[in-house]
């Protein structure tokens, strides 16, 4: 994550500055910094944690006043590489420049090898380090500085958003976009702005651009120029769109839930969770020694509500890749039941916000005993991280809605990473398998990406699940804690009843409950267990259920019918069903007039037992 903002005008720059970074704060809050040019003096302040921290920082020197000329930039962070220190925070400062960066150089060790045997020295532990020495390297060949950084971006893997400012262009900001977001506006006294998003422009520019993938440009105080393809020369034609007038609805993109959001997000952000840690032969995680899972010969992972299923999902792909034993408990059973826990097992938290009560006491009682703990959690600097051995960020973003979404989506790809990363250490799974499961990894993304037409038949068939006397979800396989987690949506934002229950178990109980008044949500994938589902799905039907079929194939014994995507591999079906899952729960929601953000009684993060 992390937010960038950018300033040239002639007005109070740091108080511009620090007020977009407050906007931006929600895409990371370990440390920030900013670096201007006021006049032709240069200066910088960095710190650690939120913006309230350098705000602080910068009381005692900030004057308020308006400028012939000003530029800076600015940065909140969310640590990827290295810890939240002053050293790792941005601007990061080559002698002469300086660079905030959002996104992830994928190549930046190679790229850091090159310039230390070319004689730079680094301070800090991040991948953008090597931007700001890579732009002075060519500079000082160069001696152009626009060539200089067109020559940088070119060198440079992976995703980004970066903004340069330098002594030797001190009239101009250099910007790139490439896989990050970033947008620029514009006011009507000849200021321009630069943002993540669009939330930091609003009430101070009028007309806005977000750029396209590839786009770079500079910027001056009379002119903005764009280029076509990263560190071209070619002059990009871009459109000017007028500026919402309304922070809360920019917050939300337009969409009108952060539910809706974050389901939205999920494609571009469970892109951003792989970032750096999948190559074609193996997965990389920079926050654990390769011989992390050595001498572990057992797994226990505590968890509470959706990150639970996410755990429960994780558990099949763990025994079915890894080969490794593997225990799953909601977080506030284990406290009480006096585990037997032995030091030879791994614990892991699976938590969105790190604070959830129950799995935070139960992360201490198993470093209490004496074994390894690691957490795999959305929020750093959480209690749970603080606490744990190791921890895996999630790098889903803030989320907002009470109902977990883009959380559930990360911990279930972070697990499937995983589990090819113990398998690959070892040695259960072949070389054959491993390159299928990374090629099927890389695809995911767009099997979350909602699509218009399923959502609009979401929209028309929740009319139809209003009555009757509650749901059941079922499935098979790696599809049953899917089903937990659809009834847990549905039943948290919408109040009506409904549990998930694995279908073939529907027959030694809950299939007694079956007449016209049962609604049954059936995920009936077609690389799974596919014949088996179908049989007891067809139970339900033979005694009246009436049934919601979520299949790539067409069902026509079904009442109603959601097409979902097939795919190469069962967890592309699983991803494609869970969008529907939530568009379907969060439009029954709003049919019956729900809060859908903030449902009755709950909250986002559960802090007590
Ligand atoms: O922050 P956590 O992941 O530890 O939270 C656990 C549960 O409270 C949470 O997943 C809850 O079930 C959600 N509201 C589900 O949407």
Redesign the pocket.
């Known amino acids: 994550m992390c937010g960038i903002v950018g300033y040239i005008g002639k007005k109070d720059i740091d108080g511009i500055l620090i007020d977009g970074l407050k906007e931006l704060e929600y895409r990371g809050y370990d440390s920030a910094g900013i670096a201007t040019i006021k006049d032709g003096d240069f200066s910088e302040y960095k710190a650690v944690g939120k913006i309230k921290n350098l705000e602080a920082k910068m009381a005692q020197t900030k004057d308020d006043k308006s400028y012939n000329s000003a530029l800076g930039i600015g940065h909140t962070r969310w640590a990827t590489h290295g810890k939240p220190t002053e050293l790792n925070a941005h601007p990061h400062i080559g002698d002469y420049s300086y660079v905030v960066h959002n996104g992830i150089i994928e190549n930046y060790k190679e790229l850091k090898d090159e310039l230390v045997s070319c004689g730079k020295t680094f301070v800090s532990q991040t991948d953008t380090e090597v931007v700001v020495h890579m732009f002075e390297y060519y500079f000082d060949k160069l001696q152009v500085a626009k060539d200089a950084f067109d020559k940088t971006i070119t060198r440079l893997k992976g995703a980004y958003s970066i903004l340069l400012i330098s002594k030797v262009a001190p009239t101009n900001i250099f910007f790139i976009k490439h896989g990050s977001p970033l947008a620029i506006a514009k006011s009507k006294d000849k200021e321009f702005f630069i943002a993540s998003s669009e939330t930091p422009l609003i009430g101070v520019a009028t007309k806005v651009t977000h750029l396209e993938d590839g786009t770079s440009g500079v910027i001056n105080q009379q002119n903005i120029e764009f280029f076509e393809n990263s560190g071209s020369n070619k002059i990009k034609n871009i459109k000017w769109q007028e500026l919402p007038t309304s922070k809360l609805s920019a917050q939300k993109d337009g969409y009108r839930f952060f539910m809706e959001k974050e389901t939205y997000e999920q494609s571009d952000v469970i892109a951003d969770t792989m970032m750096g840690r999948i190559s074609d032969e193996k997965i990389v995680f920079d926050e654990i020694d390769e011989n992390f899972f050595e001498n572990i010969n057992h797994i226990q992972i505590c968890?509470?509500?959706?990150?639970?299923h996410a755990a429960l999902t994780g558990q099949y792909l763990f025994e079915r890749l890894a080969k490794i034993p593997i225990s799953i408990e909601v977080a506030s059973e284990f406290r009480y039941k006096q585990p037997l826990l032995q030091k030879s097992s791994l614990f892991i938290a699976?938590?969105?916000?790190?604070?959830?009560a129950d799995?935070l006491e139960a992360l201490k009682m198993a470093k209490k005993a004496g074994l390894t703990t690691l957490c795999i959690c959305?929020v750093d600097n959480s209690s749970m991280t603080r606490f744990a051995d190791k921890t895996i960020l999630l790098r889903a973003g803030i989320e907002k809605a009470?109902?977990?979404?883009k959380?559930?989506s990360t911990q279930v790809v972070v697990l499937w990473m995983m589990s090819l990363y113990i398998g690959k250490t070892k040695n259960t799974i072949n070389k054959t398998t491993l390159k299928n499961e990374l090629k099927a990894l890389k695809q995911t993304p767009k099997y979350l990406l909602v699509d218009d037409k399923m959502h609009q038949k979401c929209q028309r068939l929740s009319k139809r699940y209003l009555h009757g006397h509650g749901f059941f979800f079922i499935g098979r396989d790696i599809f049953y804690p899917l089903s937990l987690e659809g009834a847990?949506?549905l039943k948290?934002i919408s109040y009506i009843h409904a549990q998930g229950y694995p279908a073939g178990e529907m027959k030694h109980g809950p299939i007694a409950l079956a007449d016209e008044k049962l609604f049954t949500i059936a995920l009936m994938p077609q690389s799974l267990l596919a014949d088996k589902v179908r049989s007891n799905v067809q139970e339900l039907i033979a005694r009246d259920s009436v049934v919601l079929a979520l299949s790539p194939q067409t069902f026509e014994l079904a009442d109603d019918f959601i097409q979902t995507k097939a795919g190469e591999h069962y967890m592309h079906e699983f991803f494609s069903m869970l969008v529907v899952l939530q568009i379907f729960s969060m439009e029954l929601s709003i049919r019956v007039g729900n809060d859908v953000d903030m449902p009755r009684n709950?909250a986002?993060?559960?802090t007590v037992e």
Do not use: D, H, M, R
């Open positions: 968890a509470c509500g959706t990150s639970y699976i938590s969105q916000s790190g604070e959830t799995t959305n009470v109902a977990s979404t959380a559930f847990l949506k948290e709950l986002k993060s559960v």
